[in-house]
């Protein structure tokens, strides 16, 4: 079964940083472009960022780019979500991606807080 697992979430101030992480298995992960999303409490679920399979196509959200950066590790079966300049916009579960066949998968999400 594929299986998606992020951590790093936390609690930091405005200007902080923090570098989220995801775990996939139950799939080939080298095969598969992967993205970050965020959901903040009242909001619908924003794409943040993607990379594809050998990491050699980046994308972003306007609203992140320049202070965040995805990569990957497939040799770990591993995304990561570098989050700089920390804004309390930024504030919202963030949630790892990926599209396998018809199907899209999720994890179970990490919290990031931002506030003074």
């Known amino acids: 079964q594929v299986q998606l697992v992020e951590s790093g979430g936390g609690l930091v101030q405005p200007g902080g940083s923090l570098r989220l992480s995801c775990v996939g298995s139950?799939?080939?992960?080298?095969?598969?472009?992967m993205s970050w999303y965020r959901q903040a409490p009242g909001k619908e679920r924003e794409w943040v960022a993607s990379i594809s399979r050998t990491g050699g196509s980046l994308n972003y959200a306007d609203s992140v780019k320049g202070r965040f950066t995805i990569s990957r590790d497939n040799g770990k079966n591993s995304v990561y979500l570098q989050m700089n300049s920390l804004k309390p916009e930024d504030a919202a579960v963030y949630y790892c991606?990926?599209?396998?066949?018809?199907?899209?998968?999720w994890g179970q999400g990490t919290q990031v807080t931002v506030s003074p």
């Open positions: 991606n990926v599209v396998a066949g018809i199907w899209d998968y």
């Open positions: 139950g799939f080939s992960f080298s095969l598969y472009a």
